[in-house]
């Protein structure tokens, strides 16, 4: 599927959103809702959306459809070097996108915008049974 990506602005503010629940679409631990997986990244891109987070960084991926995926990362220094450092908030690929590379390209733009900010590292958090992005994060090199 052909696609761009570019830096997202507040405009697309909706469309990330509805990409937001993709967050949890894989089996859950039971102890969790599936909301509490993405709550905390909706606020994140809603103070971003608003100007309020000039460390977060943001990228959609567009075809003629529509959004295709959105990649978040925060700007934040390492936690024991104290060394400047990436960390990807939101990797999120709409279902009928997946499996096409948008979000291996997404992962690019954000480990080319973390070595342009002097970054020396990303870090990411992902739960283990995510078996699908934990596939495409290791093809990606983490």
């Known amino acids: 599927m052909p696609h761009i990506v570019e830096p997202a602005v ?3 503010l909706a469309e990330i959103e509805a990409l937001l629940p993709r967050l949890a679409d894989f089996e859950v631990p039971a102890q969790r809702a599936p909301e509490e997986l993405w709550r905390g990244d909706r606020d994140l891109v809603r103070a971003w959306s608003k100007g309020n987070r000039p ?8 075809a003629d459809s ?3 995926g959105v990649a978040v990362a925060s700007a934040r220094e390492e936690m024991l070097s104290h060394a400047p450092g990436f960390h990807l908030e939101i990797l999120a ?8 590379g948008v979000g291996a390209t997404l992962m690019a733009f954000v480990e080319r915008a973390a070595r342009e900010a002097g970054a020396t590292m990303i870090s990411l958090h992902v739960f283990s049974n995510n078996t699908r992005a934990r596939r495409m994060y290791q093809r990606s090199g983490f």
């Open 55 to 62: 460390d977060v960084h943001a990228w959609v991926a567009r």
């Open 66 to 68: 529509g959004l295709l």
């Open 10 to 12: 507040p405009e697309d």
């Open 93 to 100: 690929v709409a279902e009928a996108a997946e499996g096409q």
